[in-house]
């Protein structure tokens, strides 16, 4: 197959522009992995150069971006968070993100902005290289290595520390302005694409400590509600501090809040993207739309722990959007198995999206979520320039509410990872990928 070659199609989306258009094709270049021209056709007719790629006849779609995953983590339903930072060893868990990135890349997903390493240190910026030097399959990860907390706010916790009992940290623990810039120099210094704070979180856990740390339920019922409830983990200086260190090294700064009190903290603190901010409330919601911060809401891990309030978090993703505010997809994909992120997608459709303006909260409005320009690459939509990320649905979404599950074609970076269905480069788990991906352009 020569280096440049064709892509020709009968029915593609674009979400910048949130058109949909008839036969258009897409000239990408392997060397580079960028899309290098777009031509749209007269008819359905295309001439087929040797090596061109037919995908006529199906949906055609940029390359899917989880705006929040955890490849280190496999379902809660399988084995608790703690378990699985307690119980399982850095490599086993290192071999199980190596089949979750497999998986989510024939899923249809080209990007990951994993916001997280769950207790693995700084190893969610190797297996990024790792991908990035060809040496496994995968989507483009950006990552954020450890995420900043303070001093025990997020930490693997039992009810026996005495002994030197001892769980693998969870987090880069700093407190007060000067540690926490330091704490930002250090994510910046191993290698974290992205800065993860959180703003708030259950840190009063251990007053009624469940059996298990998911899903957070005290056995003692004392309060009405939640007995955990989250607070600020954060002064507001200590929060600027974090934001401004991330931006003075041009990283995007997410956070990591649930409540009103931590979403307007951190808006007001000049983060990028909210992840979860389920209980958001009126504040919240004007929070970010008043600093132009993205709502990541993570509705498949709310619906996966089964969250008794995901009817009115539903409704309350439809007023944000409704706002003005922006919505990325980001399933929290991990605490669900990988491979299922498109979820994410159904249930902002279930929300009240449209279905364009659902896809391009999967594609579009992850590459914003990533940093945009400050991410160093282009994708989620189609342009000269954009990375070749390019994936086909045998059914239209619009008439099909399983089409996101029908994933034909994959493409990355102008390297097709799937076609008819088929792996193609990845013969059988454990093998090597073949040589010839081997040769791959590191972003
Ligand atoms: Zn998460």
Redesign the pocket.
Known sequence: MSEIYDVHTSLLFDPKRLEWLDNVSITVNKQNGLITKIVKRESEKAEIAEGDLDLRGKVVLPGLVDA???IFLHAYSENPSVNQKRDESFVERIIRATNHCRIALLAGYTTYRD??SESMQEADANVRDAINRGLMPGPRLFVATRVIASTLAYEPRTENHIGGTCLPAGCDAADGVDELRKAVRRRIGHGADIIKVYADYRRRIMRFPPKQQHPYKSEIKILPDDPNPDHNVFSDEELKAIVDEAKMAKAPCVA?AHTEDGVVAACKAGVLSI??GSKAGKRGLQAMKDNDVILCP?LS?LESVHWPTLPTILDNVKKAFDMGIRIAAGG?T??FPHGEGAREIELLIKAGLTVEEAIKSATYRGWESCGGDLCGRRFGWFEEGCSADIIALDTDPRTDEDAFRKVNFVMKDAVVWKQENQPVGIVEIGKPVRGEYLKRTVI
Do not use: F
């Open positions: 929040h995953t955890h916001l997280g990591h992840e979860h993570t891990v929290d991990g605490t």
